[in-house]
């Protein structure tokens, strides 16, 4: 009986462990855990995400202005002045995803998303499944 309690807790340790990066945690704009915020009538994009959002209002309405999150490299200004707005669309949506959803942090790069060692990049994530269909439709919209 001691051995399967210990067992139970063993495993409960590990969930846990393995559900702290179930939370917002990547670095900059982002809160540390998702909670309902309100972006206003004057925000358009990113709306799906105010029951439970990761990013604040403030992070929300920068989002479609080019430069200011992440200065060229945003993907909304710099290289492509010409964009259509179909093309455009598909930046917003993704800087939408990236700032906003709660279950980003799941993907972070790191093995202990609580602790970022030096040189980690904490913004950086990867294994995030994403449609090849999805890929298809943002490469046909910017081609």
């Not at 495993?11 to 945690?25: F, N, S």
């Not at 479609?64 to 707005?85: E, F, I, M, Q």
């Amino acid at each position: 009986m001691a051995l399967l309690q210990i067992a139970v807790l063993a495993t409960g340790l590990v969930l846990a462990a393995a559900q702290e990066c179930d939370v917002c945690h990547l670095h900059y704009y982002h809160k540390e855990v998702s909670s309902p915020e309100v972006f206003g009538v004057d925000v358009t994009q990113c709306r799906e995400y105010q029951s439970e959002a990761c990013c604040s209002p403030k992070t929300v309405k920068g989002i479609k202005v080019a430069g200011y999150l992440y200065g060229t490299g945003d993907g909304l200004s710099g290289s492509c002045p010409n964009r259509s707005d179909k093309c455009q669309a598909f930046y917003v949506e993704e800087l939408c995803f990236y700032e906003c959803d709660k279950n980003l942090g799941k993907y972070r790069k790191h093995e202990d998303c609580t602790n970022d060692k030096p040189g980690d990049n904490g913004w950086e994530i990867e294994a995030m499944p994403v449609k090849a269909s999805y890929c298809n439709a943002w490469y046909d919209a910017c081609k």
